[in-house]
Structures are given as C-alpha cells and as structure tokens.
C-alpha cells in the first residue's frame, strides 16, 4: 500500500528535498497535495511530474495562472489560506509533511489532525505557539507527529526501542551557525548576505537566520519539550560544529546514544515518511577519515541572546513562547528588508516579550490574538 503524502510548502527547501525523497520511492508514496504560498512556477512544474490530486496556491493573485496550467491534466486547483486548512482533509491523505514556515503553518496542522492524518512536522514553530494543544488533540485523534527537524529525528530515532525507559535529559546539538566565536562587538555591522550563508545546512532564508542568531536552537529546545514530554530541565544544547552527531539522550542509568550522519535533511524526511521502515537510499555515507575529530562546545549565550530568551519563554510557558516567535518572525523579516540590524534581532524580541501579560492556560483563540498583538507590537516598535 502507498503512502499518500500531502506537502504544505513543496515549493521550499523541505518541500523540494521532499519531493526528491518520494521520486526516489515511487513503490512508497504517493503525492497527492502540493502547495505553495507564491511560487506558482515551481508549483506548476513540481504538478507536472508528480500529478498530484490538488493544490493549493495561498496567493490568490496567481490562482489563474496555476488553474489554467493545470486544468488539463485534471489536478483541482484551490486558493487562500483557508483553502490550506481544508485540502488537508481528501480522503487519499495518509501523512501531511508540515512544510510551511512560521505560524502559518498551525492552522492546517491543527485540520489535519482533526482529520486524523498522520504528521510528519518540519514546522517547528506550530510547536513553540501551541504545543500543549496541538500534543493534546494529537493524543486524543489517535495522531503521530513524527519529527523531520535533524534533532529531533535523531532523538526519535534514539528512542526506538527504549519507549518504556524514562529519559534523564536529551542533548540538542546545534552547529553554532555561521558567526559562532564571534563576540557582540564583532557582530555590529553583520550583513544579509553574511548571515544567510550557513556552514553545513541549505535552508530556506528564516530558518537560516533563526540559525545563525541561535533562536533555532531555542525553537528546538521547545520543541522537543512538546515532542518527547520533557521538563524544561531535561533539555540541554550543546554546540557541535560539524553537524555530526545531530543530537543525543542521556537514560536513567547514565548511557548515552546518539545518532550521527552528514547533514542531509533528506534523511529525517524519508524516516519521517517511511517510518518505521529504514527505506534504502543512495545519499553519500559518513566517512570517519573525512572527520578526524568531532568537537563539543558550550553555547555562547551572552552574545546569541535568542537562545535565552527561549529558555525564558519556556520557563514560563503559557502565551510568552508565542509571543516570542511572532515577534522574531517579524525582527527576522524587518532584518531580511535591511530595516533593524543583527543585533537588534533578540533586542526586538525581548522588549515585545516584557511588555506581554501571559495567559497562563491559552485557549486556541488565545494564540490567534497573542501573534497578532506580537506582531504589531513588535511592527510598531520599529515604524513607530
Ligand atoms: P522555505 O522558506 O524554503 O519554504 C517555505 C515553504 O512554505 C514554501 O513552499 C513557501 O511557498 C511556503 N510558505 C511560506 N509562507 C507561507 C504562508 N504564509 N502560507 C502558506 N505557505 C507558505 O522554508 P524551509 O523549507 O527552510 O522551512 C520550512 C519549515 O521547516 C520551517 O518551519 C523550518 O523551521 C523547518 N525546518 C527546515 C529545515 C531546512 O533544512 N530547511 C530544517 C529543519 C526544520 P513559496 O515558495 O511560494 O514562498
Ligand atoms: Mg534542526
């Protein structure tokens, strides 16, 4: 039997390396949704040779142009961001790969729980917004959400086996992005171009600038708080420039596993998918030789405030993670269009965070108005 796979955001770096994962494995999956916020072109193509049942275009401005390419091959073409929500819900859907970035992406997966489709979650941030909720519907609908970030992927993977032996503390390696060592003085004058340049990982721009202010490794910690039910206190980073090991867990008894590879998102995408099967592939192999030695460092919180900051809104819990998200999903894009500098990043972050009341048992509304307020807050901030 098939996998039928829907990808929210196919036309990005998950959504692409996706596709790549399924054409190797036609006997596996089949696609059955694309869908994309903008990039018509590529959505098209990607339809082409895929031949999905529907797709979903967010912009509405380009719905014609999608509907006219595709109407011939008979492929159901909807628009807007409610039509997301609902095209999660086709009956041919078995796994829905949360692709989209950002808070976007919490609405649809919240359908597709709802509709009981198995998911495989890149969107990190659904979790760091609303991950007490979204765990909870998950366990009531009977819902997996298999991780496809690296760590997380390597922790699960860690854990197979081992589900009735309680975790002391996970580890979440984190490559230290691209200024690592660098102190504040040196990061003044920080451009686009520099930050958008990763060491190991080529990912879409917000992630990439989430890396390299370390609020990555901070989305992370909270997500895996929701993912493997830990106590803030059970969750550890550490920095590991090669991106080798991608993250580790410590059992009651003090033995550690690991789990290592090159980089290469490909891999937690196919395990995502094909769990629980190890499905072949053909991605290059870890050569020891290459690697002479693997080094561990503590993060460097003073200079990477954003990391902090996550720990903070963890702490707290309640809307304080949400408020931190929208409020860095807009310092990243205001850094992105050349308005605030790289610094100002966690600066912006921290101050739309003080000024929040915290709602400590958050209904689903509650996070609706808490990212809007962040984000105008956050806007307001700097546009005045
Ligand atoms: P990209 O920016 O490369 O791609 C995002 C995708 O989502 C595109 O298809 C884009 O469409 C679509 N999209 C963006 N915004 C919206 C929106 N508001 N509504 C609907 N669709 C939207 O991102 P990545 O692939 O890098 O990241 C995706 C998610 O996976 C993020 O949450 C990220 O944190 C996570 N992740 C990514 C990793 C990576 O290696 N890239 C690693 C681990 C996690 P369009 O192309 O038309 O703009
Ligand atoms: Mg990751």
């Not at 006219?68 to 929500?85: E, Q, S, T």
């Not at 086709?90 to 509709?115: H, M, R």
Request: hydrophobic fraction near 45%; proline fraction near 5%; aromatic fraction near 8%.
């Amino acid at each position: 039997m098939k996998r039928g796979i829907a990808i929210l955001g196919s036309t990005g770096s998950i959504g692409t390396q996706a596709l790549e994962v399924i054409a190797a494995h036609p006997d596996h999956f089949s696609v059955e949704v694309l869908t994309a916020q903008s990039n018509a072109d590529l959505l098209i193509a990607q339809s082409q040779v895929f031949n999905p049942n529907a797709v979903v275009i967010a912009d509405v401005s380009q719905y014609q142009k999608v509907k006219d390419a595709l109407d011939p091959l008979d492929i159901k073409v909807f628009a807007g961001v409610d039509a997301l929500a609902q095209v999660v819900e086709l009956d041919s859907i078995d796994v829905v790969l949360t692709a989209l970035v950002g808070f976007a992406g919490l609405q649809p997966t919240i359908k597709a729980i709802e509709a009981k489709k198995q998911i495989a979650l890149a969107n990190k941030e659904t979790l760091v917004v609303a991950g007490q909720l979204v765990t909870q519907l998950a366990q009531q609908n009977g819902v997996n959400l298999y991780p496809v970030d690296s760590e997380h992927s390597a922790i699960f993977q860690c854990l197979a086996g081992e589900w009735h032996n309680p975790i002391e503390k996970i580890i979440l390696t984190a490559s230290g992005g691209p200024f690592r060592g660098k102190k504040k003085e040196e990061l003044t004058q920080i451009t686009k171009a520099q930050a958008l340049k990763h060491p190991n990982w080529s990912m879409g721009a917000k992630i990439t600038i989430d890396s390299a202010t370390l609020m990555n490794k901070g989305l992370e910690v909270i997500e895996a708080q929701w993912l493997f039910d830990l106590k803030p206190n059970q969750i550890e980073t550490i920095v590991h420039p090669q991106s080798i090991i991608h993250s580790l867990v410590q059992f009651t008894d003090g033995s550690m596993k690991a789990q290592m590879g090159l980089p290469d998102m490909k891999l937690p995408i196919q395990y995502a998918l094909g769990y629980p099967q190890r499905l072949p592939s053909d991605f290059p192999r870890f050569d020891f030789s290459q690697f002479p030695s693997l080094t561990f460092e503590k993060a460097d919180t003073d200079t990477f405030r954003c990391l902090s900051l996550a720990y903070d809104a963890m702490h707290v819990g309640g809307t304080l993670p949400c408020v931190m998200n929208a409020a860095n999903e807009i310092a990243v894009s205001l850094f992105l269009n050349d308005e605030i500098r790289f610094l100002e990043i966690a600066e912006l972050v921290e101050e739309v965070m003080q000024h929040h009341s915290v709602i400590a048992q958050p209904q689903i509304e509650d996070y609706f108005e808490t990212d809007s307020w962040a984000r105008e807050t956050a806007l307001h901030k700097i546009r005045g």
